[in-house]
T-cell receptor, first 112, second 114 residues
Framework: KAGVTQTPRYLIKTRGQQVTLSCSPISGHRSVSWYQQTPGQGLQFLFE???????NKGNFPGRFSGRQFSNSRSEMNVSTLELGDSALYLC???????????FGPGTRLTVT | AQSVTQLDSQVPVFEEAPVELRCNYS??????LFWYVQYPNQGLQLLLK??????LVKGINGFEAEFNKSQTSFHLRKPSVHISDTAEYFCAVSSMDSSYKLIFGSGTRLLVRP
């Protein structure tokens, strides 16, 4: 069974731009969660989607948004990028109950 | 709300020695507990989880952890480490109260020396 895949793996953007990251979950998994990892703040929950609906949301500004498609693939978007958005963005997929989340390799975003 | 504390930011240990990585949590409701490992430039891999039942949980790569409700701890142990165990280890908690989102500790870097 293929694992969680994330594209692209690395990204460099300029402050003020926007970016879209993609995540393909494990086949059969309908829940996709996104986490941000930074040296200063550690791992923080962004949001979770299940059956194309946002089910949970963390404490991030509205510049961070996401969506999920009917095939469970998910995208997250960050608009008006700031230097502080530089981070490793991790996607995790799970079955309905989220009790065992499988993580992808992450997308390393650098904002200059 | 829940929180997780990993007091040791780095734990150096010699190869074949035992190791314990400490994790304490705070919660007013029942929780589920997890340990994840992150190798350089990779995502997180689930080592083991406690959902219910036996308080001693065995995971992959020879790791085990013990859930202690009275001390609100979930320490990770391995009787004999290998160089390949060098990585960052994260303790995490989730609960129905937080809609099962994972709340992570700050991580412990395990450095295994030959």
């Amino acid at each position: 069974k293929a694992g969680v895949t994330q594209t692209p793996r690395y990204l460099i953007k300029t402050r003020g731009q926007q970016v879209t990251l993609s995540c393909s979950p494990i086949s059969g998994h309908r829940s996709v969660s996104w986490y941000q990892q930074t040296p200063g703040q550690g791992l923080q929950f962004l949001f979770e989607y299940f059956s194309e609906t946002q089910r949970n949301k963390g404490n991030f500004p509205g510049r961070f948004s996401g969506r999920q498609f009917s095939n469970s693939r998910s995208e997250m978007n960050v608009s008006t990028l700031e230097l502080g958005d530089s981070a490793l963005y991790l996607c995790a997929s799970s079955t309905t109950d989220m009790l065992e989340q499988y993580f992808g390799p992450g997308t390393r975003l650098t904002v200059t | 709300a829940q929180s997780v504390t990993q007091l040791d930011s780095q734990v150096p240990v010699f190869e074949e020695a035992p190791v314990e990585l400490r994790c304490n949590y705070s919660s007013s409701v029942s929780v589920y507990l997890f340990w994840y490992v992150q190798y350089p430039n990779q995502g997180l891999q689930l080592l083991l989880k406690y959902l219910s039942g036996s308080t001693l949980v065995k995971g992959i790569n020879g790791f085990e952890a013990e859930f202690n409700k009275s001390q609100t701890s979930f320490h990770l142990r391995k009787p004999s480490v290998h160089i390949s165990d060098t990585a960052e280890y994260f303790c995490a908690v989730s609960s129905m109260d937080s809609s099962y989102k994972l709340i992570f500790g700050s991580g412990t870097r395990l450095l295994v020396r030959p």
